[in-house]
């Protein structure tokens, strides 16, 4: 199990109290206006692997421009010629809103587009590689269209938390000196209402009335929930997802989803997250070949494709790569308010010859190490 260190801020570093539009100047003529939450310090950080956040910059995030409602937009897209917010609000149209491309060679396409609500499914049409054109869904959505569905939505995550007693006192709970006993669980699967419907789930509230209390009842200490990020396949059972930052939407909300982990800890239980960043699928909304290109997963496919699963690995090498994995794992930790995650398939991770040939003159990734590293910092 892994926990996730504190970023820090020096006196040098300390994000500043001035908004975008305090500094520049903004178009309001377009349909996509120049934005951005990002700073010279963050592209620096995100290029060498140390933005640890970007959560908090990237994605699609409700904000308030010039008295004007709206969603800011971005994405890292490195070999894209044209980026673009497609959605219903635009009828799907590819041409309707570009986003702005950095001028400082980042790769990251951003933008505001005003009067655009919570709730709005949404996909990036990537104009990339060789003019390979992709619609894709967001890498950093915290929600997602209901598989088979594949979009992701605008949100802006808002709950409450009344888990203050838990939280002040985990650590102690938490502790490898105090007694663990877990109990591991998929949800999609636990009490199916139906048992031979596959689309019959228990929603998160109502798993919050029948998991909570049979886990209290039977004298655990911690649940651990196999993958709750958002996949596309069932039968992967959440091992092979495509949204990093998402809960999945089979259950319900987000916050439905922090309204179950509260219960948990209002009932002295902790909640440890399966979390994958081994590996991902192939489906043609997600990471793979985001932008007409190899650009989250290893382009040598010696390296980049793992025969057991069909899937792709991430290559661990990109900075950037880095920074939106170690951003993942902390996520579930800042929002979700998690006590821990349990990594899967490490050893295909750190192993270079794990089912298949050898590459290079070492057994082991020594830069899949270097996350580990920072991970258990």
């Known amino acids: 199990m892994a926990t996730i260190k504190k970023q820090t801020y020096s006196k040098k570093n300390v994000p500043s109290l001035l908004r975008y539009e305090d500094k520049h100047f903004i178009d309001t003529t377009k349909p996509v206006w120049n934005y951005s939450l990002l700073n010279e310090e963050d592209i620096t950080n995100f290029h060498a692997g140390t933005l640890y956040n970007a959560y908090e910059k990237f994605g699609s995030h409700q904000l308030e ?40 060679k980042s790769g990251i396409w951003e933008g505001f587009i005003p009067h655009i609500g919570k709730g709005e499914p949404y996909k990036y049409h990537i104009t990339g590689f060789k003019g390979v054109q992709t619609d894709k869904a967001d890498p950093f959505a915290n929600y997602c269209e209901k598989r088979p569905k594949t979009a992701s ?23 490898l000196q105090a007694p663990w006993s877990v109990y591991e669980v998929h949800l999609a699967s636990w009490m ?78 902790g909640v440890i997250l399966d979390w994958v960043p081994s590996h991902f699928p192939y489906d ?68 270079l010859d794990y089912s298949r040939k050898q590459v290079g003159g070492s057994l082991m990734n020594l830069v899949a190490m270097e996350i580990w590293k920072l991970l258990l910092l």
Not at 78 to 84: F, G
Not at 86 to 103: A, K, Q, T, Y
Not at 312 to 330: D, H, M, P, Q, T
Request: proline content about 5%.
């Open 65 to 104: 421009v010039l008295n004007a409602q709206g969603f800011y937009f971005a994405v890292w897209a490195p070999n894209a010629t044209a980026v673009s917010v497609i959605g219903n609000f635009n009828e799907w149209n590819v041409l309707s809103h570009p986003l702005f491309v950095r001028l400082d």
């Open 192 to 269: 199916r209402p139906v048992k031979d419907d596959a689309e019959s789930y228990n929603p998160y509230l109502q798993i919050v009335e029948r998991l909570v209390p049979y886990v209290k009842e039977m004298s655990f200490t911690h649940v651990k929930l196999m993958p709750v990020m958002e996949h596309p396949y069932d039968g992967s059972w959440g091992y092979q997802g495509t949204g990093y930052f998402a809960p999945t939407s089979r259950f319900g909300t987000p916050e439905d989803c922090m309204v179950l982990i509260e219960a948990f800890h209002n009932a002295g239980i």
């Open 153 to 175: 939505v605008t949100w802006e995550m808002d709950h409450q938390w009344k888990d203050k007693a838990w939280m002040r006192s985990r650590k102690k709970c938490n502790s």
């Open 284 to 351: 043609m909304h997600g990471l793979f070949m985001f932008d007409g290109t190899h650009t989250y997963e290893y382009s040598d496919m010696r390296k980049g494709f793992h025969p057991d699963w069909n899937s792709y690995i991430f290559n661990y090498k990109r900075g950037e790569v880095k920074s939106f994995l170690i951003s993942s794992a902390r996520f579930w930790f800042d929002k979700f308010h998690i006590d821990g995650i349990r990594v899967d398939a490490v050893s295909s991770m750190l192993k």
